[in-house]
């Protein structure tokens, strides 16, 4: 999987594949034209690698043109096609191949044909390296195919998304998968916020901290911060909705995330069937709930360590990492119960090199 942008792509055609249908075309349009000098014409931007491997394939006299076309803006086609470069006046009486990267609708197809419609050609003939057959309309004859592909959008050797990805050897396909959202569960030391930080920008997920999200709403002073904090103040648990109410306001603002970790909640069975019913609400569930376990005493070490570094008294005080601990347990139980029941709970061990447990995560959100 790779990223362009805010998008995720992930492997759908390899080199091996696009220089194998590069060089079927090459032969195909040789056994037609290899008497001849045809001029073969690119269509700029995305065509360049296409023409450039199509050419040390083609073992025949010809000419080489290009033009620029644009109609594409991010992931979709503006229905607007410009000329931004005119082919060569040159090309009376010739025969002439549009060479394309792509053709799916015939938007760019139907401009082309409209250039060379006014000149005095005696033939042109279109090949195309990907072909969109499904979404094509079908008004001209694409003579020459390497690949049909099915409609997703691509990128890479020549296509781009908002001009990056041209550069890749091989084709990626947009990342259609289903949204994930995790509950990430894991004892003080564990190294949750850390995984977090990893899985956030390897699955375009938003990372939601109950924590970080009471000390914004409180410090920012916002009707759900000041609502929080009335309670706080007389020493009362904040109600659930409320902090449903601020789990809400975190969703709805990153309306692009790819999903969202949830760390620091549900803490209660009661929580948990709070926060179900919120996603339900949104068309939205819990993929996954993953505990990171260690063993105990290799988490007082971490701790004990750290606490040197951070200054946090409960980080110094072996005790006070033990009661964490069991209060961890205690409150875990349950919710362990509850989505064992929905076959969503997993357990990942959470003791190695960083990109050691980094991996293990994956695998189990890859199988989702």
Known sequence: MIKIHDKLFK??????????????????????YKDVTPIFVGVLNGSFMFV???????QYPCEVSFVKLSSYQGLTSTGIVETLLDVS???????????EDIIDTGRTLQQLVNLFSTTNVKEFKIASLFYKSEIYNGEYTIDYVGLEISDD??????LDYN??????????QLNHTNMINLVLFGKPG???????????????LKHISTGDVFRYNIKNGTELGKLAKSYMDKGDLVPDEVTIDMLKDEVEKNPDAAGFIFDGFPRTTAQ???????????????????????????????????????????????????????????KTAPLKDFY???????????IGEIDEITERLSKVIDSL
């Not at 492997?11 to 037609?32: F, N, R």
């Not at 064992?340 to 959470?350: H, R």
């Open 163 to 172: 001009e990056l990805g041209r550069n890749l050897r091989e084709v990626y």
């Open 272 to 330: 948990a069937q709070a926060l179900d019913n919120f996603l339900a609400s949104k068309d939205m569930k819990i993929n996954a709930t993953i505990a990171l376990e260690a063993d105990d005493n290799i988490l007082v070490a971490r701790l004990l360590e750290r606490g040197k570094d951070s200054g946090r008294s409960d980080d110094q005080d072996e005790s006070k990492i033990r009661n964490r601990f069991d209060e961890y347990n205690q």
């Open 89 to 99: 006046e040159d090309i009376e009486g010739r025969s002439v191949i549009i060479l």
């Open 52 to 58: 450039s491997d199509f050419l040390k394939e083609y």
């Open 11 to 32: 492997p759908y055609l390899s080199e091996a594949q696009i220089l194998k249908a590069v060089k079927k075309i090459a032969q195909e349009i040789a056994l037609d």
């Open 190 to 204: 564990a190294g949750k916020g850390t995984q977090a930080g990893f899985l956030k920008e390897k699955y375009n």
């Open 153 to 158: 959008f691509i990128v890479g050797y020549g």
């Open 340 to 350: 064992l029941e929905q076959n969503k709970f997993y357990t990942v061990n959470g």
